[in-house]
């Protein structure tokens, strides 16, 4: 899965919601609208339909915008990783402890160290956790 890595929640909101986006996050969206593979855990789609209700709820996004940012997130096509539960009660909480992460948080961070691939986040502590791991970080 060369030219693949990981994207959080964080990441996919910043590719629908103009004031959470970025350079690095624009590029990351470019590279997706090319070709190149990324991937998530089952969660994924929960935290981003989670993220925008949130942001329409709080009115930092119109109306229409959550309606634009919902349909464009579920054109995406990611690689779905399924085998992260396995690891919810070991080396994920393992993660989250050390780290002082979540236990989401740690989800993408495991996906990332287990699958070799970068992590695309938005989060500062999940970023700096990464690099300690030596996880490879996008943004």
Do not use: C
């Not at 948080?105 to 699958?115: G, I, N």
């Amino acid at each position: 899965m060369s030219g693949a890595f990981v994207v959080d929640s964080s990441v996919a909101i910043a590719w629908t919601v103009a004031s959470q986006s970025s350079e690095q996050t624009h590029h990351l969206l470019d590279q997706v609208s090319t070709g190149a593979s990324f991937v998530v855990p089952s969660l994924w789609m929960f935290e981003i339909a989670n993220s925008l209700l949130v942001l329409a709820r709080r009115k930092r996004i119109r109306p229409e915008e959550f309606i634009v940012a919902r349909q464009a997130l579920s054109s995406l096509h990611p690689v779905v990783d399924d085998e992260g539960p396995r690891f919810a009660l070991g080396k994920i909480t393992d993660l989250a402890e050390k780290y002082k992460l979540s236990v989401y948080d740690a989800v993408y961070l495991e996906l990332a160290d287990r699958r070799g691939l970068p992590l695309a986040s938005r989060d500062y502590d999940l970023n700096h956790a990464a690099r300690r791991v030596g996880v490879n970080t996008l943004v």
